[in-house]
């Protein structure tokens, strides 16, 4: 069954400590990756996404992910957590073809401390 | 330019009434998604639209649960005879190409 996993419920890091959240997933084939984080009341937005290439990539507000085949992981991590970090990030997966919906993960929430 | 837009941002009814929950997507996109954000339960699928293709029903929890999208633009879901658990946060996304969903604000919909 395809599935996304996110070990990870709740972490707090202290603000200017560096951050990783794990995500794992169970998929056919290689799917498109992504990132998308939540803040209180908010919409999702997208932090980043993998299509292919590169398996580090990018993201806004500092953010990075690396894609691990061999692990089924795509980690998202940060240098420096700044108190305004401090969200809900989902882990989503979806096919590598139109019309099919984003398998997402239960959720991360961070919480940053002083 | 703007984004996906919900309307309206919360919603309480009362159980047994019906609802209705709007989506504006983005202009130009052509794809269209409903999904359900349940305390502890993450996001769920519940419906897709393509362009003026038959829409994929498979995640509609039940019959009481229908959406239509007018004119391959502004969607409307659906909701009859409200039950408490239905309460969620109802998100609409859009897209134009494979991979990418923009999402609106949600729709918080409580049941009392």
């Known amino acids: 069954a395809q599935s996304v996993t996110q070990p990870d419920i709740h972490i707090t890091v202290s603000e200017g400590a560096s951050l990783e959240l794990r995500c794992n997933y169970s998929?056919?084939?290689?799917?498109?990756l992504f990132w998308y984080v939540q803040s209180p009341g908010q919409g999702l937005q997208l932090l980043l996404k993998?299509?292919?290439?590169?398996?580090l990539v990018q993201g806004i507000k500092g953010f990075e992910a690396e894609f691990k085949r061999s692990q089924s992981s795509f980690n998202l991590r940060k240098p420096s957590v700044h108190w305004s970090d401090a969200a809900e990030y989902f882990c989503?997966?979806?096919?590598?073809?139109?019309?099919?919906?984003?398998?997402f993960g239960k959720g991360t929430t961070l919480s940053v401390s002083s | 330019g703007a984004g996906v837009s919900q309307s309206p941002s919360n919603k309480v009814t009362e159980k047994g009434k019906d609802v209705e929950l709007r989506c504006d997507p983005i202009?130009?996109?052509?794809?269209l998604y409903w999904y359900r954000q349940s305390l502890g339960q993450g996001l769920e699928f519940l419906i897709y639209?393509?362009?003026?293709?038959?829409?994929?029903k498979s995640g509609l929890p039940s019959d009481r649960f229908s959406a239509e999208r007018t004119g391959g633009s502004v969607s409307t879901l659906t909701i009859q005879r409200t039950q408490q658990e239905d309460s969620a946060v109802y998100l609409c996304?859009?897209?134009?190409?494979?991979?990418?969903?923009?999402f609106g604000p949600g729709t918080r919909l409580t049941v009392t």
């Open positions: 996304a859009s897209s134009v190409r494979v991979g990418e969903q923009y």
């Open positions: 998929y056919g084939a290689t799917p498109y």
């Open positions: 993998y299509f292919s290439g590169d398996t």
């Open positions: 989503a997966v979806g096919a590598r073809q139109a019309g099919t919906a984003l398998i």
């Open positions: 202009s130009g996109h052509t794809a």
């Open positions: 639209f393509q362009g003026n293709s038959a829409p994929d």
